[in-house]
């Protein structure tokens, strides 16, 4: 018997837009995306925590006295002070449960999110989350031209899939259901950020067709992180 890759299956499903939780089965591969709850929490976080020690954010150890960031090689031939601070170099794990429990808290007290997990045979192989953009608090956007127009945006603020899920489209299938959330809740436009380093994501955003804000003068940045740029996506509503 053939085979049907995930791609195929995605395109015979069909129904993103309408279902809230989402089966798409196959014969060796049960793939879901579905709402998050608080016994996911301890799976998230390893997902978190394994992803962003990866290139291009290396934010696998820390200084315990400065908090500069160690990535994983680093970590292993560091030497015995501070690149940054030059204090003596105790590392702890860069991200730990309270950050990652914080930054979930912060969006379930938005008005309007969606924190979505997705689940490969029962087992978690990623996560995003998007909620109700605060435009005061991303003042440098606005200068691109869709902060001025009327309506609301959704900031995508967190998607990472398991380091053995890569490559599967688990990422584009948490975004468009999180998308067609947005869009059927009203949304104008979709807005996330990621580092100009991170070409693999940056492909991922693009097929969904997010596209790199521009400022009317040109180059949009970060006026805190040079590397950051911010991608946007209109949600227009189809019937
Ligand atoms: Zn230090």
Known sequence: MK?????ETRTLSGCWG????????????????????????EDVYEIYSKSFAEEPWNEYMKCGLCGVNYGIYESRTVKQ???????????????????VYDDIEYAIAIDWRKILVAEINGKLAGFTWGYRMDKEKFNFLSESEIFSKEGE???VDEVATSPDCRNMGIATMLETVLLSEAR??????????????????????????????????????????NSRIYMAKPLVRYG
């Open 3 to 7: 085979k049907k890759s995930i791609a």
């Open 18 to 41: 309408k279902t809230k939780i989402l089966f798409i089965s196959e014969s060796n591969l049960d793939i879901r995306i579905r709402n998050y709850n608080a016994k996911d929490f």
């Open 81 to 99: 002070s501070c690149k940054k601070c030059n204090g003596p170099l105790r590392l702890e794990r860069y991200w730990s449960r309270k950050d």
């Open 153 to 155: 945006i959704m900031y």
């Open 184 to 225: 059927n809740s009203g949304f104008s436009y979709a807005v996330l950020r990621t580092d100009e380093k991170n070409k693999s994501a940056i492909s991922v955003y693009e097929k969904l067709g997010f596209r790199k804000m521009k400022a009317n003068n040109g180059e949009l940045k970060d006026p805190e992180f």
